[in-house]
């Protein structure tokens, strides 16, 4: 028997579109940044693809290997450099510690938004707090309603673009820096479907 399908069937019950201004980013390790946020992306993924060879055709199938696009985020620089210095220091220490402890300490140290209390009610950081974080990006409705989280895992930073400034400039435009980082993975949440 033949199932019948009729274009009425098939019509999504939701018919709202994705804004690209209702967001909210936010990254652990980044308490500063996450303020100042101007954009960010939901990363693109791909599957790679393994070859069957066969005496008349190797046919594709999909693989096993899936890459990861970058996170990509960028956000506006306060006066006094405090966010820009917040993710310098963090890609500073992971690539060019300039002591025998600064790595270490940056093992240890962590935010206190990433510490977890130990039995005895003092803060133990969280094993490599130091190297990576968690970030959530939350996509909001029309009404800033959070509806779905993009959570990533084990994320760190890979490049920070230089600040430039002008004075040939005929108006005032405020200084903005991009980053850009890597993750393990991530995950997409409904919250809300209403």
Known sequence: MAIETTTAQRQPSKLDYSSQIQFRFEILYLPLVEYF???ANVPG???QTATVPTPLYDYPIP????TFDPLNISFLVDENLNNFNELH???SRLGFAESNTEFADLLREGTPSQRTPSS???QKPLPEVGIYSDATLTILNSKNIPKT???FKNVYPTSISGLDYSIGGTDVDYVTCS???NYLG???NQISTT
Do not use: P, V
């Open 37 to 39: 946020i101007q954009s």
């Open 45 to 47: 993924l791909s599957l």
């Open 63 to 66: 693989g096993d290997t899936i």
């Open 89 to 91: 220091k963090w890609i």
């Open 120 to 122: 005895k009610g003092i």
């Open 149 to 151: 989280e993009i959570r």
């Open 179 to 181: 980053a850009t980082f």
């Open 186 to 188: 991530y995950t997409i």
